[in-house]
């Protein structure tokens, strides 16, 4: 029952944007064309010229309005934008803070706190940095999408952000550990069980 319902309906519509498209001119009207005369007086043409010449204030002011509040939208999405790249950096900074202090506790052991906080410092930093290079290299040499050069950058800055990270644990801890010898000789075997525990 219905699609006869529909087909009548879709009929009927084709048929009206056909017929709408489709009309002609009123034929039984005569169209009637006007032609500008030829024999304008020397006031009229000095009139038009006038009108062509009219200089508008209110549009320059409409103008000037209308740049200052591009400015202003442009310099509060600049503001927005360091805002939110601040707030961002904040969490970051407070989540690598936060995870130090658990696995520190966790573990019962500052140095694996510590540890914890350049890793995972040095992977966040190297995941920007790395990232940051490729794109400037993709823009300088364009070999493949921005996307691409952002992805494959993150991951090899985490890959070497990781990487440096236990590498400057190790050298802290043999950097803490040689000062201590040289400035602490009496209490060598006291401090070493806290920064370098077994």
């Known amino acids: 029952m219905k699609l006869p319902i529909h087909i009548t309906t879709l009929l009927f519509f084709i048929l009206l944007s056909l017929a709408s498209q489709s009309q002609s001119a009123d034929s039984t009207q005569k169209i009637t064309r006007t032609y500008p005369s030829e024999s304008l007086s020397a006031d009229e043409e000095k009139n038009d ?6 200089f508008a204030p209110g549009l320059a002011v409409f103008a000037l309005i209308g740049i200052a509040f591009m400015f202003f939208c442009v310099g509060a999405g600049i503001v927005l934008t360091i805002l939110a790249l601040f ?47 490729f794109w400037l290299l993709n823009k300088l040499f364009a070999s493949v999408s921005a996307e691409v050069a952002l992805m494959s950058g993150a991951a090899l800055g985490l890959l070497a ?12 801890q ?11 000789p009496e209490t060598n075997t006291s401090l070493t069980g806290l920064i370098n525990p077994e």
């Open 49 to 54: 010229v006038e009108m062509e010449d009219d």
């Open 161 to 172: 952000g990781v990487v440096f990270g236990f590498f400057a644990c190790f050298l802290i």
């Open 87 to 133: 707030i961002l950096f904040a969490l970051v900074t407070m989540g690598i803070l936060s995870t130090s202090i658990i696995i520190g506790i966790h573990k019962k052991s500052f140095a694996k706190g510590f540890n914890a906080f350049v890793v995972l410092s040095s992977a966040v930093g190297g995941i920007g940095l790395v990232s940051a290079g």
């Open 174 to 184: 043999r950097l803490t550990t040689f000062f201590k010898q040289k400035l602490f």
